[in-house]
């Protein structure tokens, strides 16, 4: 059985910083993406960042270049996500999501599976 469960959420004042990591097991994704996603109230599921180890691909949204790092330990079998300088409208929920197949990382649907969430609040 496959399962994701993302840890390091929390409260932080702006222009603070958080590592979110997501564990997996009952498999290895190296070959295929990992990608994080959040989703803040009444908004929908948006990406934020992907992984490829296979490819060295990364890809960040827009509004977290230069502030946000994603990093995989194939040997661990995690997934991080460095957030710095943090911003109010960072504020949501995240979700770790990982791909059994080669796949558009930026699309939510293209994902097989998906962590329960972490709950990443930023204070102004």
């Known amino acids: 059985q496959v399962q994701l469960v993302e840890s390091g959420g929390g409260l932080v004042q702006a222009g603070g910083s958080l590592r979110l990591s997501c564990a997996a097991s009952?498999?290895?994704?190296?070959?295929?993406?990992m990608g994080w996603f959040r989703q803040a109230p009444g908004k929908e599921r948006e990406f934020v960042a992907s992984i490829t180890w296979s490819t060295g691909s990364l890809v960040y949204t827009d509004s977290v270049k230069g502030r946000f790092t994603i990093s995989r330990d194939n040997g661990k079998n995690t997934v991080d996500l460095q957030m710095n300088s943090l911003r109010p409208e960072d504020t949501a929920t995240y979700y770790c999501?990982?791909?059994?197949?080669?796949?558009?990382?930026?699309?939510?649907?293209?994902?097989?599976?998906w962590g329960q969430g972490t709950q990443v609040t930023v204070s102004s």
């Open positions: 999501a990982a791909a059994s197949r080669m796949v558009n990382p930026v699309i939510a649907g293209s994902y097989d599976y």
């Open positions: 009952g498999r290895t994704f190296s070959r295929y993406p």
